[in-house]
């Protein structure tokens, strides 16, 4: 039986696709014909306060880049997605989005591992293997540029890929870019 909170996506979703749903244009086999390397991906944080659909203006019927929501919007934790994107279709733009008042500018790696552990001694050294990616006194722009770095540096993607990092405002709702 669902939760309430999940009967009401249900609900939300009988809706949505009774009045507002329209299938896609493309199907799967007819997007692999699009040019490779034509393809951009957001990378952003799976925080409620940051859309980047909506922060960046995109409204239905347009072109929608995927967007890969991840705590912090850290690009280590969407590498296998992007690989599939590169096999897929080749990228030609990745932007990496990071906000301000970010949940990992308020948490440490150290606190998140030790309050796992308590909840899962059996699992301490897979936890210790792990690095949650905590953004380090709330530096966003270091943040950003590490993870435009990282993807630039992972030998998996060509030179020709294009990654721009930015910072969302909140408070404002403008987005700076960072490179």
Do not use: W
Not at 4 to 25: E, F, G
Not at 40 to 53: G, K, N
Request: some cysteine; glycine content about 8%.
């Amino acid at each position: 039986m669902a939760t309430d909170k999940v009967q009401d996506l249900i609900n939300q979703n009988v809706a949505y696709a009774k009045a507002d749903y329209t299938p896609p244009p493309l199907n799967f086999s007819l997007l692999r014909t699009l040019p490779r390397g034509a393809m951009t991906v957001i990378i952003s944080c799976f925080d409620p306060r940051a859309i980047p659909e909506q922060y960046f203006g995109l409204k239905p019927g347009q072109q929608i880049p995927p967007v890969i929501r991840v705590a912090g919007g850290r690009a280590k934790d969407t590498l296998k997605s992007l690989l599939i994107a590169e096999y897929a279709f080749g990228l030609g733009d990745v932007v990496i989005v990071h906000h301000t008042d970010c949940g990992m500018t308020h948490m440490t790696d150290a606190g998140v591992k030790q309050f796992f552990k308590e909840q899962c001694p059996h699992k301490a050294a897979e936890l210790d293997a792990m690095h949650f990616d905590e953004i380090v006194d709330g530096d966003l722009k270091k943040s950003v540029e590490a993870d435009v770095e990282f993807l630039k540096g992972s030998g998996y993607f060509s030179k020709e890929l294009r990654v721009t990092g930015m910072i969302f405002d909140l408070d404002t709702g403008r987005v700076q870019r960072i490179n």
